[in-house]
């Protein structure tokens, strides 16, 4: 049975932690959290558990559908420290939740492609 999305936001956050994924900063009542969609829905990406993570409205709305390794080097020009783990973490459950459930031919290419660039970062990145 399908999460809706609060309680898919509830295992995201026992998941991952209450930290935005991009900046780092902890959510409280000033710092809300949103969902974010790893592989962006207009790329693909399905709303599914394994595709989204928490982060602050202003990193959201800022990425906006930029893919996820330009993002992620924005925000470390930005002198962000982003969670680099958490999103190998998740794009992996992604992976392989598109396996066993099929479908997301969209999401496959961009998946992939973000997994790889992700993986060949240079080792001060990680």
């Known amino acids: 049975m399908a999460q809706g999305r609060a309680a898919r936001m509830v295992a995201a ?31 693909g990406g399905p709303s599914w558990l ?12 800022e990425r906006g559908h930029r893919a996820l390794v330009e993002w992620l080097d924005e925000c470390e020009r930005r002198g962000w420290q982003p969670d680099v783990p958490r999103l190998e973490r998740v794009l ?11 479908g997301q ?10 997994l790889r660039r992700l993986r060949k970062r240079t080792p001060q990145h990680v």
Do not use: M, S, Y
């Open 50 to 61: 394994e595709n989204e993570v928490a982060a602050c409205r202003r990193c959201n709305g």
């Open 105 to 114: 031919r969209r999401a496959r290419p961009q998946l992939d492609a973000q």
């Open 92 to 102: 992996v459950a992604l992976q392989r939740a598109i396996a066993e459930r099929g």
């Open 13 to 43: 956050r026992e998941r991952d932690g209450d930290t935005c994924v991009w900046c780092g900063t902890a959510f409280d009542e000033r710092t809300r959290a949103t969902r974010e969609h790893v592989i962006p829905r207009v790329k």
